[in-house]
């Protein structure tokens, strides 16, 4: 059991029933009353964020999460199978675990799966950079390079992104992951 006192950034608890992420806290200590502990939290199922309050008398079950380094082989039909790189053993994982993240992930892609104590996916963690080919983008125009924006453009896994007008179509280009943004060529 943990108490007010224990709470940190990241840490993964049992609240409500379902398992919660710590996205942010603030102890407060008002100067009349007992002191208590605004939180923001992120449902790990979900991605829903709540905002609560915790007393000094609240108690809660810590929950330890495990994340292993994985290897997405390939999609199969509303699955991705990834491949443990210790025992080359093979596991399914449903697209609506992986999210939005879907788009981001490229075959033979080394990537981290975050699972429960008793074996539940609930996250994958991608790198923080990916490499991706231009699908397709809208052509330049000439006169377009003075505004400081961008044009659209279509990676090979269907991701839509904002590039500089100088990246055409057929070209590489890294991807922040936590951002979905464009950083540079390739």
Request: charged share 30%; glycine share 8%.
């Amino acid at each position: 059991m943990a108490s007010m006192a224990d709470i940190r950034n990241g840490m993964v608890i049992n609240f409500k029933n379902d398992l919660w992420e710590v996205v942010e806290f603030l102890h407060v200590k008002p100067g009349k009353g007992p002191a208590f502990m605004r939180s923001k939290l992120k449902n790990l199922r979900s991605g829903k964020v709540v905002e609560n309050t915790f007393r000094e008398s609240d108690s809660f079950d810590e929950v330890r999460i495990e994340r292993n380094k994985k290897e997405y082989l390939y999609r199969d039909g509303d699955f991705f199978v990834l491949m443990d790189l210790d025992t080359y053993e093979q596991m399914h994982v449903e697209k609506a675990t992986i999210g939005e993240a879907e788009k981001l992930m490229m075959e033979n892609m080394e990537v981290t799966v975050a699972t429960t104590p008793e074996g539940e996916i609930i996250g994958i963690e991608l790198p923080t950079t990916v490499e991706m080919k231009i699908a397709e983008c809208e052509p330049n125009v000439k006169g377009n390079t003075a505004s400081g924006s961008g044009k659209v453009a279509f990676t090979e896994t269907g991701l839509r992104l904002t590039v500089p007008f100088f990246v055409e179509a057929g070209e590489k280009i890294k991807i922040d992951t936590r951002t979905g943004e464009y950083i540079e060529r390739a």
